[in-house]
């Protein structure tokens, strides 16, 4: 039934479009990317090396389509506004046939309208944010990574098994932070009702202010901690937390701060025994994942990141939208991607049909210590499909 | 009736009493020269005059209305026009753009977006700029003019406000002898023309002498004499304080 | 209750102190040299990167870490001395906003040169044990490097005293802070004078930024987070006021330890509204003295004379060809237009302001986001059509302004720019922060215009039609006598009063027109984006607008239209063509500060004027 839709399909837009069937010709695929190249390099300059990785190993196999790949990267300067002028550019000017990429939430949010208004493909690689998937889901925008819901998810059941009655949030104050306390209360209550939430601390993103911070965590004598903060933030609160010892005998569950972008930079002081979702990068001992960070490593003379991972999987996904359309043309490629799957580094992927979400899954585990720096250790992997909510909850979100 | 009433005028800076109960009076036409050594207290009983400095005590009428305590902005409303020791004009002006603003406050347009401003009053401020030797400098920018020119032009924009009362701090600060006196011999005849009556303060003895009908002298705040040229220059008091430092001999 | 209260305070103590350090640098030098120094944050970002080199290669017994941290002072002190000798040296001359934008082309500089030499990997220190310790504190742990940190602020203050009040060259420095030609005519070498104080400066900065290390990472956001801070601590104190920085200090450190404990949401809020209430009543900081008038700008405004016809006809030329665009070039290069567009009218709406009105704006970007977010809303609450979003966008915009004015047209100078930045940052961090209404950092998003305007030549030429309209009115209301008055104001406000003119009343309309225009460049540049976002309202956005204006030329109508479309095109190809574009833009602003004191068209008209003018 579906090959034959696909069939038809395909021969109809073949008969009624043969001038657009010679304008794509055997040239190379376009791939428009745009990230915050200059204003978060640490996590978009591993992305793009592993974009680049891949874009020369499937080119390596014979491209797609018969057709090479080639990647285009534009730097948005961490501005929304500046990533859709951009976005602009690479369709109009460039003639791309993709667009991809976004680090930030409002830039993905920002591409993905600019998608939908001008009927483009765009396939969003780092973003966080449900919104993109969900309240704001369109029919032209795909997400690669596992949201915030997905990873609150996975706390939230990892929480349950926690004995802690009392707890205490603290997350940097705006959307990411305030989705991710509000998914893990909301995911947390319904699975322990018992559970209290005691008190909550909002430093702005970015100038945390630790040592008061930690002062009123620790006031509120909690059983454990939610923790949202990343980057620098992260960074101070787990210094002035070990020192004044908040950490102590409490529970502390904290979202992404297994990701190596994270983690490393924390050196000796890296938490011990905290719950975190993360990528647990060279201990991932698959064949498939081997062989990527050999790859990797043989290219760059780096350790893959999380962001490596993510941006090496955004060009596979991409590559298997368009191999499943056998086209390029833009709502034959919507068609392809929807339901297109491929075999990540860490596993198979799909994007959902439902809401065009990819199922790239989540590690979770404990933060360690090992040689004067922080790892993951008793870790899984949950294929992001078991993270996702019921359907009707995605169809009561998603616009129609 | 004078034109002018000041009545036990007093301000406080601090400890400092700088001006400590002030009285005087001024007739229209009349050419009232306030003098006294640095320090004296003339900048500031001026600026109380003018609406710079709220007093702490005294009053100003002006043609009987009370006019202490208020802002600059209403003390011109009144009619009283004045020139600042630092001659303030508008530098981003031509000389007579400069007039043209002053003509234009005083005739309430200031609130008009639409129509330009170059066209308003420009022969008003011609005939002003003549009348204070302008005219040929019309055009130039404000900021090329020669200090004496300057010195013109701002009285040429103080009489734009058609005062009855003119205030001049120093106006001849800073200008070459000659032509200070030619400055306050204009100013002399516009008072007599436009029956303006015009307090100055001033430190040119000469200047003071040529063109005031009364002298006001103050020392520390308080009034020490008040006459026209020859009772001050007699005045002992004053010669003590003020004139001449070698004719007290010794004093400290 | 004491066990609450003793601990916060003590954390807020050492935030003071660091807040303090970083502070007290910026506060002398521009006593002194009266430079706006934007660079400062860039200097402690320095500091903390040049101590993690140096620390991570020195033993990690407490005596090295000294050592380390003085030698760190010292390297920062010498690049402070190097930013002096050959960018700042070029520019005092220069009218003062010219020296900021010439500090904010080195900010740009060295962020990409610390992300080229240090790589963009947070670095954190390593903690020896000793820095890890802590006492116990009415049965609290308090970290044994805060305590440190709380007795290093007032040991600074006390030496900082010392050199100011015990040595021949601290009272020359505070003989400049008074009043800099009076030590020119002492016959003091000005320029070892200013080097100096710009030495001891950025090593403050850079010994900020070395002792924040056991705290916080070396990373490359350090630069624009510190400067804000910096810049509230030395407002509230006064410019130019060590003890006024450090009181301002306190009271900041404080208040931000015990806000977080009260109202967990607001810290960011609170640290502007300390900031705006402070100005409100003491409009030059706590211990700060009355400015003098800033004598240069006024020097620097010739006057504004109508266009020669050449030039009426090279700008009817332009809006020809400009019109004409949709028919030669690509759809691209029709939304990059769009985009000049809409500049041109945010650029002309803040030279309204800072020109003729001589209010500089440093936060010029609230009115653009205000009136953007008006749109937004007014469209995702009642569904209102692009029409009513453009009309009601200036006209929410004109309101906040008139709102905001009573506090401004108060100020002036240095001053009345802070309190503009410290609003867009307040207005910033409810955009942000808000996520309920605003949408948070995500945005407004589906503000797309209807059917009918929505093809890129149509949207363009509305956004040409309205821009160019509004600046062609504004253009007439600065020839009127309203923009006659309002320029009297500016020249010289004694005089402005005493010919009867309401300076104040002057100033706040001017301000109203300006913000209702950019208001109206938001919600243009909204619907072309489809969507709203905080970015629109963040510092550099509104340092864009500034150099816009100021590139261009702040004494010529058609300054800002020059910088706008200069800038747009210039930030458009390089963005495109290297990864570096903050390293060349940045570059390119210092040269053009250096070459052009007086902008673009500015220099335009010199030459065009040469000789004429008598």
Redesign the interface.
């Given at each position: 039934m579906q090959v034959t839709r696909r069939l038809l399909l395909g021969a109809s837009g073949a008969l009624a479009m043969p001038g657009l069937l010679r304008a794509q010709g055997t040239g190379p695929i376009r791939i428009g990317e745009i990230n915050s190249y200059t204003t978060m390099p640490a996590f978009t300059l591993p992305y793009r090396n592993a974009m680049q990785l891949a874009v020369e190993t499937l080119n390596g196999q014979g491209g797609v389509l018969g057709r090479q790949l080639e990647l285009l990267t534009r730097d948005d300067a961490g501005k929304p506004q500046d990533a859709v002028r951009l976005a602009g550019e690479l369709v109009n000017d460039q003639k791309v046939d993709v667009l991809a990429g976004a680090y930030f939430s409002n830039v993905g949010l920002a591409l993905s309208e600019y998608a939908a208004q001008n009927r483009r493909l765009y396939v969003g690689g780092e973003p966080l944010t449900d919104a993109m998937v969900w309240e704001r889901g369109n029919r032209y925008t795909f997400r690669l990574r596992p949201s915030t819901y997905m990873q609150a998810a996975i706390l939230a059941e990892e929480a349950a098994k926690l004995p802690a009655k009392r707890w205490v949030t603290v997350a940097p104050n705006y959307e990411f932070g305030q989705s991710g306390v509000k998914w893990f209360k909301q995911l947390l209550s319904a699975r322990r009702p018992d559970v209290q939430f005691v008190g909550e601390q909002w430093p702005a993103l970015g100038r945390v202010d630790a040592g008061a911070t930690v002062q009123a965590l620790e006031q509120m004598k909690p059983d454990a901690i939610f923790n949202v903060l990343f980057g620098p933030d992260l960074t101070n609160f787990v210094r002035q937390g070990n020192t004044r010892g908040l950490f102590e005998g409490r529970a502390v569950v904290s979202l992404l701060t297994g990701e190596p972008e994270y983690l490393d930079p924390l050196g000796d002081e890296a938490p011990e025994g905290w719950i975190v979702t993360g990528y647990p990068g060279e201990q991932i001992d698959t064949p498939a994942h081997k062989a990527f960070v050999d790859a990797y490593r043989g290219r760059f003379n780096a350790k893959p990141m999380c962001g490596s991972l993510v941006g090496y999987a955004l060009i596979q996904s991409i590559a298997a939208g368009i191999a499943r359309a056998e086209s390029t043309s833009m709502e034959r490629m919507v068609e392809g991607f929807r339901g297109a799957g491929f075999e990540s580094p860490v596993g198979p992927v799909t994007y959902r049909e439902i809401d065009q979400q990819g199922t790239l899954g989540v590690f979770v585990g404990r933060t360690g210590l090992k040689n004067d720096a922080g790892i993951m250790v008793d870790w899984r992997y949950i294929d992001g499909r078991d993270l996702l909510p019921g359907d009707d909850f995605v169809r009561k979100l998603r616009p129609a | 009736m004078s034109l002018l009433a000041v009545r036990g005028l007093r301000k406080a800076f601090g400890g400092v009493q700088a001006v400590d109960d002030v009285s005087f009076d001024l007739a229209a036409g009349e050419m009232l020269a306030l003098i006294g050594p640095n320090g004296a207290g003339k900048s500031t009983c001026f600026n109380m005059v003018?609406g710079?400095l709220p007093p702490d005590a005294g009053s100003v009428r002006l043609e009987g209305r009370e006019i202490a305590g208020l802002?600059?902005?209403a003390i011109?409303?009144h009619g009283i026009?004045?020139t600042?020791q630092i001659t303030?004009?508008?530098?981003?002006?031509?000389v007579r753009?400069n007039v043209?603003?002053?003509l234009?406050?005083?005739h309430g347009?200031?609130?008009?977006?639409?129509?330009?401003?170059?066209v308003?009053f420009a022969a008003e401020a011609d005939a002003l700029l003549a009348q204070v030797g302008l005219a040929e400098q019309a055009e130039?920018?404000?900021?090329?003019l020669a200090y004496g020119d300057l010195k013109r032009l701002e009285l040429a924009?103080?009489l734009?406000?058609a005062p009855r009362l003119l205030l001049m701090d120093e106006p001849t600060a800073g200008m070459a002898p000659a032509e200070r006196v030619a400055l306050m011999q204009l100013t002399r005849r516009l008072a007599t023309e436009r029956g303006v009556a015009v307090l100055f303060t001033e430190h040119d003895m000469d200047v003071v002498f040529d063109v005031s009908d009364r002298i006001l002298v103050l020392n520390r705040g308080a009034l020490i004499a008040e006459g026209d040229a020859a009772a001050i220059r007699a005045d002992p008091a004053v010669r003590e304080v003020y004139l001449g430092t070698g004719a007290a001999g010794g004093g400290h | 209750m004491l066990d609450l209260i003793v601990p916060q305070l003590l954390t807020g103590l050492a935030g003071a102190s660091s807040l303090f350090l970083v502070a007290s640098g910026l506060t002398i030098i521009f006593g002194v040299t009266r430079i706006v120094n934007f660079s400062h944050g860039s200097l402690t970002m320095l500091g903390a990167y040049l101590g993690w080199s140096i620390l991570t290669r020195l033993p990690r017994e407490p005596e090295w870490f000294i050592l380390g941290i003085l030698l760190t002072a010292l390297c920062t002190a010498l690049i402070g001395v190097m930013l002096e000798l050959v960018v700042l040296r070029r520019v005092y001359r220069a009218p003062e906003l010219f020296q900021l934008l010439a500090t904010f082309g080195v900010v740009l500089i060295l962020q990409d040169v610390t992300l080229w030499l240090w790589g963009p990997v947070e670095l954190p220190l390593p903690r020896p044990r000793w820095l890890r310790g802590f006492v116990e504190i009415l049965g609290n742990r308090f970290p044994l490097y805060d305590l440190v940190l709380i007795a290093i602020g007032p040991v600074v203050l006390g030496l900082l005293w010392l050199l100011m009040n015990r040595t021949r060259w601290g009272t020359l420095v505070r003989a400049a802070t008074l009043d800099r030609d009076m030590v020119a005519a002492l016959g003091v070498d000005q320029r070892l004078l200013f080097t100096s104080v710009f030495a001891l400066g950025a090593g403050l900065a850079g010994l900020g930024g070395a002792l924040s290390l056991p705290n916080a990472s070396a990373n490359l956001q350090i630069d624009l987070s510190v400067i804000v801070d910096a810049f509230v601590v030395v407002v509230v104190g006064g410019l130019g006021s060590l003890a006024g920085a450090f009181v301002a200090s306190l009271l900041i450190g404080i208040l931000q330890a015990f806000g977080i404990v009260l109202l967990p949401q607001s810290t960011l809020v609170l640290v502007f509204l300390v900031m705006a209430v402070v100005l409100v009543f003491r409009p030059n900081g706590l211990l700060g003295r009355p400015q003098a008038e800033a004598r240069e700008m006024l020097a620097a405004a010739p006057v504004i004379r109508a266009a020669p016809p050449a030039l009426r006809y090279l700008g009817l030329a332009t809006l020809l060809l400009a019109a004409s665009a949709p028919f030669w070039v690509g759809d691209y290069y029709l939304t990059v237009l769009t985009d000049g567009a809409v500049a041109l009218l945010f650029a002309v709406s803040l030279h309204v302001m800072m020109g003729p009105g001589g209010m500089a704006s440093f936060g010029h970007a609230a009115w653009f986001g205000i009136g953007a977010y008006a749109a937004g809303l007014l469209a995702q609450w009642l569904g209102t059509p692009m029409p009513l979003g453009l009309l009601a966008a200036p006209i929410a915009a004109g309101i906040v302004a008139a709102l905001f004015g009573w506090f401004v047209v108060r100020l002036s100078g240095v001053y009345l720019s802070m309190l503009t930045l410290a609003f867009a940052q307040i207005v910033w961090a409810i955009s942000f922060q808000w996520v309920g209404v605003t949408g948070g950092d995500n945005g407004l998003l589906g503000l797309w215009p209807e059917a009918w305007a929505r093809g890129a030549a149509t949207y363009y030429w509305i956004a040409l039609a309205l821009s160019v309209a509004v600046a062609l009115l504004l253009r007439r209301m600065l020839y009127a006598p309203y923009g006659y008055a309002l320029r009297a104001a500016r020249d010289s406000a004694v005089r402005a009063e005493a010919i009867g003119l309401d300076v104040q009343h002057l100033r706040m309309v001017a301000l109203v027109i300006a913000g209702a225009a950019a208001g109206l460049s938001g919600a243009l540049f909204s619907y072309a984006k489809g969507g709203v976002f905080p970015t629109y309202i963040s510092i550099p956005h509104s340092v864009e607008a500034l150099l816009m204006v100021l590139l261009g030329g702040l004494q010529t109508m058609a300054g800002p239209i020059v910088g706008a479309l200069v800038y747009t095109g210039l930030a458009d190809i390089l963005v495109r063509s290297t990864d570096l574009w903050r390293l060349v833009l940045g570059a390119v602003i210092l040269l053009l500060v250096m070459a052009f004191p007086e902008g673009i068209a500015g220099a335009a008209r010199r030459l065009w004027l040469r000789g004429r003018e008598a």
């Open positions: - | 003018g710079q802002n600059p902005r011109a409303a026009g004045r600042f303030a004009t508008f530098g981003s002006m031509t753009e043209q603003m002053a234009i406050a005083h347009e200031v609130w008009r977006f639409w129509r330009p401003a170059a308003r130039r920018a404000t900021g090329v924009v103080a734009g406000n | -």
